[in-house]
């Protein structure tokens, strides 16, 4: 049933942007709800694409396979080129397989639902950061098109362009864009199917995990000093950017719990890692980045913060800047 | 306070827009080392806990750095080598900002000029997947005792090396950023895990 509402909603929406693309006024409303129907078929229909991932002029090649049977929502990403990595969600718990480094870890999604499956009374708050619009008609993958372009308002955060599937809203293509408006990071499919089914072997991971050391930390939500967490305030964080969850942790076997708060403006998510200094570990202060997400570190009271996101450098320095200790 | 002293601390002045506050008074005085042992504890806490002082801080050193070519003025203090020894020791790695150069590869120029502050670093290396900092050499600035590490990247313009930041930091700041991509939900679903399987820790670059 969550099928045929779900492909009713996109054949709606979809037909009625054919015709309306050129209707001015209309324009952010219809881009949203695109990006809604994107949200909403990613997660209901069932489908198995390849598609390659470019950042700083390399390419990976990656193959997904996404299932929903109305009882459960899983997927599983393989990395086809050099390391071999998978990373399996079930639910709202996502496994990565990292083989190379005979590694797995295990988490839990910070927050089961996004913004765009809620409801549009949510949406105010969003729109005031980007503007939403749809530019223009392509073919990716074999298939047509339309392209949804997201402009960010201010140099927080970064612009986006998506091509979405003209029959089922899936996402076929996207980049984010810097200052200069050149893509930071691609994402193109090169072929996708959608199917009726996805057999179970298809989200079964092709490595064994065998010699390798997990990390599980889905279950490890642990029990809190609660004045310690309410004793870390942002200050003043760049203009949307609201927290939207937060836990304590142990990320890496055999550490110590960390306090995790991630802020989210709605599109971009910004993670702020907070744990006490010991001698084991190496401080840190100051900007850098890892691809497409950037990293700020600073030291206040005895702790070690550590702002990542993918948001342009700015903004995680002002988070950074923004997190006081208060006892 | 010294001739240079008090240039510097009108120049930083001038930046700030405030002269002669109290606060003020006992950072420049911190910044002299002209403060007891005690007044000493007490600014220094007194700094790290105040993002504006740290700024003040800062801005104390790159105008000190600029008008002293980059000599600081607590180097004629007695003891300093034994001191800097002690900061280098525990000292903390610092990402420094970097004057950016035609030799610095385009990607790294391009995602630099992405950045509105100007103290984004141009050290990791996108490719290698590695973390790269700049170490602090010779902080000579920073004398701290070696329990309180405080953010001064300012000092670290000094010295333009950069080093491959350490095994342990790497793998640290991998962590962090594995679970920033698994926790986070993106909007399309693959893109986090896109870049978790985009990015290896090895050394050996692809």
Redesign the interface.
Do not use: W
């Given at each position: 049933m969550r099928l045929a509402l779900a492909f009713s909603l996109v054949a709606a929406s979809t037909s009625s942007w054919m015709s309306g693309i050129a209707d001015a006024a209309d324009k952010d409303a219809s881009a949203i709800d695109l990006?809604r129907n994107?949200?909403n078929s990613?997660?209901v229909l069932n489908y198995q694409g390849t598609?390659v991932?470019m950042?700083?002029?390399?390419v990976?090649s990656?193959q997904?396979f996404?299932r929903n049977d109305n009882k459960s929502e899983r997927?599983r990403?393989?990395?086809l080129n050099?390391?071999p990595?998978?990373?399996i969600r079930e639910g709202n718990v996502?496994t990565?397989i990292l083989s190379?480094?005979k590694a797995v870890?295990i988490?839990?999604?910070?927050?089961?639902?996004?913004?765009?499956s809620a409801l549009p009374a949510n949406f105010t708050d969003f729109k005031q950061y980007y503007a939403f619009s749809i530019i223009g008609q392509d073919r990716v993958a074999g298939r047509s098109a339309l392209i949804v372009a997201v402009e960010p308002k201010d140099?927080f955060r970064y612009g986006y362009r998506?091509w979405l599937d003209a029959e089922h809203a899936l996402?076929l293509k996207?980049q984010?864009l810097?200052?200069?408006g050149?893509p930071?990071?691609q994402?193109m499919f090169t072929a996708l199917d959608v199917v009726s089914d996805i057999p179970m072997s298809s989200l079964k991971p092709a490595f064994k995990g065998a010699h390798m050391t997990l990390t599980d930390?889905k279950g490890e939500e642990k029990e809190m000093d609660l004045q310690a967490s309410t004793a870390w305030q942002f200050?003043k964080m760049p203009d949307g950017f609201k927290p939207t969850g937060h836990n304590t942790?142990q990320?890496?076997s055999g550490?110590g719990p960390v306090q995790?708060f991630?802020l989210?403006d709605g599109?971009a998510?910004v993670?702020v890692?907070i744990e006490k200094l010991n001698l084991g570990?190496?401080?840190?202060?100051?900007?850098?980045?890892?691809?497409?997400?950037?990293?700020h570190?600073?030291?206040?009271?005895t702790h070690q913060v550590?702002v990542?996101?993918?948001v342009?450098?700015?903004t995680v320095?002002m988070v950074a800047?923004?997190i006081?200790?208060t006892k | 306070m010294t001739d240079t002293n008090k240039a510097i601390e009108q120049h930083a002045s001038v930046i700030d827009g405030e002269i002669g506050d109290r606060a003020g008074e006992r950072l420049s005085s911190l910044v002299d080392g002209e403060l007891s042992s005690v007044e000493y504890e007490h600014a220094v806490k007194a700094v790290e806990q105040d993002v504006e002082l740290k700024r003040r801080w800062e801005r104390y050193h790159i105008a000190a750095d600029s008008l002293k070519n980059n000599l600081p003025p607590l180097i004629t203090k007695s003891n300093f080598a034994d001191r800097v020894m002690l900061a280098i020791e525990s000292e903390p790695t610092v990402f420094a900002p970097r004057n950016l150069s035609r030799k610095v590869n385009s990607v790294v120029k391009q995602v630099a000029g992405l950045a509105v502050a100007a103290s984004v670093t141009a050290a990791a290396v996108f490719g290698v997947q590695s973390w790269q900092g700049t170490e602090v050499a010779a902080p000579v600035a920073q004398v701290f005792p070696p329990m309180q590490p405080m953010a001064n990247p300012s000092v670290t313009t000094v010295a333009d090396t950069s080093a491959q930041v350490p095994e342990n930091l790497k793998s640290q700041l991998n962590n962090y950023l594995l679970n920033h991509n698994q926790s986070v939900m993106g909007f399309n679903g693959m893109l986090p895990y896109a870049r978790i399987v985009g990015y290896s820790t090895s050394e050996t670059a692809e």
């Open positions: 990006l994107m949200h990613a997660r598609f991932y950042h700083d002029g390399k990976e990656m997904i996404h997927e990403v393989v990395h050099g390391s990595r998978e990373i996502v990565c190379d480094v870890r988490t839990k999604l910070e927050s089961a639902q996004h913004i765009l140099m998506f996402m996207s984010m810097g200052k200069d050149e930071i990071e994402l930390g200050v942790r990320l890496e550490g995790h991630v989210s599109l998510s993670s890692y570990k190496k401080q840190f202060i100051g900007a850098s980045y890892m691809g497409a997400v950037n990293v570190g600073t030291i206040i009271n550590t990542v996101g993918e342009p450098a700015a320095k800047e923004s006081q200790y | -």
